[in-house]
């Protein structure tokens, strides 16, 4: 039998650090992508020790090993979407940037999702000193679609946010930074409220995503999951507001089905809907 590379395959490269315990990270993803029919590629930024219970300690690569190992897989696989997570350091966002300019020269269809992750779920620091200039003047002018939670967005803006009103302006703000596409996760906002948006924008357009808010459940995860959900339908050749819409249904479903693995805070239940 004669091995052959398949072109139509679906394929998405997750850039992002590693979380043993499984709810979120490379393994997050990886979940994800094969359970929407998507072939998923890891390179790894940093390793955690991680528990269900929250973030032990990091341990750092050497910038120039990952953004090799990126390089390599990239040219290998192909992917028709990258997807990052936790980059950690601006010397991997500055290379990354470049790795990505010259990927699309090459690779003109292909799009890049940003998960701007900034921290923990239980608040440890995942971005090292200078990370948040660097994306803003190194990544955010190539992105696709970027995935903040409201915390993320007024790290990047510098404005409180309490309307959604508010998450507009933010938006707008990103925008103005290059980005194509802004979809703003409401999880943090009104959590009094039993309901819940998203909200994705563009230059012109902008889709609300309400739905209710899952009592009870702060799942390990759900960002990772949203994000790898979105590049995953995006690689199935769905829309920027299709994907966005699809993923959101998806995450939501697996919010509610959250399990517990451990002895910290459930994680979200990665299963296709039916």
Same mark, same amino acid.
């Given at each position: ?36 029919? /998507?072939?998923? @590629?890891? *390179?790894? $930024? ?6 269900? #219970? ?6 750092? &690569? ?87 939670? /409201?915390?993320? @967005?007024? *790290?990047? $803006? ?6 959604? #009103? ?6 707008? &703000? ?101």
């Amino acid at each position: 039998m004669i091995n052959k590379v398949v072109p139509e395959l679906p394929k998405v490269l997750s850039i992002a650090g590693s979380d043993p315990s499984g709810g979120a990270g490379l393994q997050a993803d990886l979940k994800v992508m094969a359970q929407l029919g /998507v072939y998923g @590629a890891a *390179a790894v $930024t940093a390793l955690t020790r991680q528990t269900s #219970e929250g973030v032990q300690d990091i341990y750092t &690569l050497d910038s120039n090993w990952v953004l090799t190992q990126i390089t390599e897989v990239l040219y290998d696989l192909r992917p028709q979407v990258i997807k990052t997570g936790m980059l950690q350091s601006p010397l991997i966002l500055q290379g990354l940037a470049k790795i990505w300019r010259d990927y699309q020269a090459v690779e003109k269809e292909a799009v890049l999702v940003v998960d701007p992750v900034l921290h923990s779920g239980t608040g440890v620091s995942l971005l090292d000193k200078g990370g948040l200039k660097a994306f803003r003047e190194e990544l955010l002018p190539y992105t696709t679609v970027l995935t903040p939670n /409201v915390p993320e @967005a007024e *790290a990047f $803006t510098g404005m409180q946010i309490k309307s959604t #009103e508010d998450m507009e302006k933010a938006a707008r &703000l990103l925008l103005d930074c290059g980005v194509q596409w802004v979809l703003i996760k409401g999880g943090h906002f009104q959590q009094d409220r039993g309901e819940i948006v998203d909200i994705l924008y563009s230059s012109e357009q902008i889709y609300d995503f309400p739905g209710e808010r899952v009592p009870a459940q702060d799942p390990h995860g759900t960002g990772c999951t949203l994000a790898s959900a979105l590049a995953s339908y995006l690689a199935l050749s769905y829309s920027v507001p299709e994907s966005t819409a699809r993923a959101i249904k998806w995450v939501r479903q697996s919010i509610a089905n959250a399990i517990y693995v451990g002895k910290g805070r459930p994680v979200v239940c990665q299963q296709s809907l039916q």
